[in-house]
């Protein structure tokens, strides 16, 4: 089986401006997490889809959103770009959102100018 | 709430030694424990995880972990330590009663020396 593909694995942005990321999940998996990673912070949980519904919301301000398509591939987007924002933003998918492993993809690491 | 923390940032031993990185967690329901490793500029890569039944719990490369109920640890170790077992190393508990979001420690950093 295919990994977890994120994409695009790097970008650059400005502050104002807003990004979208994506996430296709192993095949068969139909939950879906998304986590930033900061070296001053460590890995935060954004959110966690499963079947098209948000189930879980980390404490993160109303500027992250995502979704998941019928597909079970996901998307994070983040608006009005902050300088606090530069990341890593890692997706994991998951057979069982309960006692299930995450599988994570390589990451998309934005940088914001 | 559900929360795990990692005490020691840094974890240095040499190479052939055993190695333990700890990790101790608080949760409300059951806890769901696993261990991750990253590598420079990449993913984390699922080691092992606690869900039930027995205490001891083999996982990749030759880790393990131990669950302690009573003190709410689950430390990971190594019985002789490989150089290539240098990476950052994540600990996370999700609460099997309440919640889907899997919460991570922030991190220790294993450096292996020759």
């Known amino acids: 089986k295919a990994g977890v593909t994120q994409t695009p694995r790097y970008l650059i942005k400005t502050r104002g401006q807003q990004v979208t990321l994506s996430c296709s999940p192993i095949?068969?998996?139909?939950?879906v997490s998304w986590y930033q990673q900061t070296p001053g912070q460590g890995l935060q949980f954004l959110f966690e889809?499963?079947?098209?519904?948000?189930?879980n919301k980390g404490n993160f301000p109303g500027r992250f959103s995502g979704r998941q398509f019928s597909n079970s591939r996901s998307e994070m987007n983040v608006s009005t770009l902050e300088l606090g924002d530069s990341a890593l933003y890692l997706c994991?998918?998951?057979?069982?959102?309960?006692?299930?492993?995450?599988?994570f993809g390589e990451g998309s690491r934005l940088t914001v100018l | 709430a559900q929360s795990v923390a990692q005490p020691e940032d840094q974890v240095n031993v040499a190479e052939g030694n055993p190695l333990t990185v700890k990790c101790t967690y608080s949760?409300?329901?059951?806890?769901?424990l696993f261990w991750y490793v990253q590598y420079p500029n990449r993913g984390l890569q699922f080691l092992l995880k606690?869900?039930?039944?027995?205490?001891l719990v083999k996982g990749s490369y030759g880790f393990e972990a131990e669950f302690n109920k009573s003190q709410t640890s689950f430390h990971l170790k190594k019985p002789s330590a490989l150089v290539s077992d240098s990476a950052l190393y994540f600990c996370?508990?999700?609460?099997?009663?309440?919640?889907?979001?899997?919460?991570f420690g922030k991190g220790t950093s294993l450096l292996v020396t020759p």
């Open positions: 994991a998918s998951s057979e069982d959102p309960v006692t299930g492993e995450l599988f």
């Open positions: 095949s068969g998996h139909r939950s």
């Open positions: 889809y499963f079947s098209e519904t948000q189930r």
């Open positions: 949760v409300s329901g059951n806890p769901y």
């Open positions: 606690y869900i039930t039944g027995d205490n």
């Open positions: 996370a508990v999700r609460d099997g009663s309440s919640g889907y979001a899997l919460n």
